[in-house]
């Protein structure tokens, strides 16, 4: 299919149904694709643009920004509760819709940058959001508040997308062992329902040694199935 295929009229109506946190994952988004010269197009009539570029820094680097969002996240600085009721137990509250949303935007990054290098960095920023992710999963009411059952899988992230990048970071700085082990790690930890689809990722980045230790990881725990094709 093409974009122009797409029926505008349909994706407004979409729009106009999505939740809050689901837009503001799409207007994130908006703001990494849309130029600067287009801002103001896009929310000048809602944004006062000048006081936003009042005493503006320059650009801060992928890890500091995910440095500065994990120990923010840590400091319970998006955690925000409502009382539960019936109702709106399947409801997410104005700071848990935050988190997720900058939570989406820097995995975006990280993924474009993974692409372009250099990739310790990335691979670093990386792991502070998966560290994020482990706190969540933990006690998920240090980090943000869920109405309903609480865990790393409600914040939604794409690992088709995620895995192949941070999995490229790793073959780029470990050993075969360590990579086998990371690779594990992070699949058990987030996305088990499809292990053998992130191992043969893992797989395609993997160099001989790294593909080695990932079968000899594979044999020696026979329950867990995956493609052993590259």
Partial sequence: MTFDAIDLEKLRVALRRM??????????????IVPRTKLCVLVGD????????????????????????HDASLRGEHYESFNVN????????????????????????CVRAAAK??????????????????????DSDSIV????????WQVGVDWSAA??????????????????REVDRA???FADYERPKHM????????????????????ARPGRSDSRRA
């Fill in 200 to 219: 043969a990722a893992a797989r395609r980045v993997a160099n001989a040694a790294q593909k080695a230790a990932l079968s000899r990881m594979s044999r």
């Fill in 187 to 189: 699949i058990e930890d």
């Fill in 145 to 152: 508040f869920f109405a309903d059952e609480g865990g790393a």
């Fill in 86 to 109: 019936s109702k709106n137990y399947m409801d997410k509250s104005r700071g848990t819709e935050r988190f997720i949303a900058e939570f989406d935007r820097l995995v975006g990054t």
């Fill in 46 to 69: 809602l944004v006062r643009i000048d006081a936003l570029s009042e005493g503006a820094r320059g650009p801060a680097s992928l890890l500091d920004e995910v440095r500065k969002f």
């Fill in 117 to 138: 290098g250099p990739r310790v960095p990335v691979r670093d920023a990386f792991e502070l959001l998966l560290a994020l992710l482990r706190r969540i999963n933990e």
């Fill in 163 to 180: 895995f192949p990048a941070y999995f490229s970071c790793l073959s780029d700085s470990l050993s075969g062992d360590a990579f086998a």
């Fill in 19 to 32: 939740s809050r946190g689901n837009l503001l994952i799409v207007a994130e988004r908006a703001i990494e």
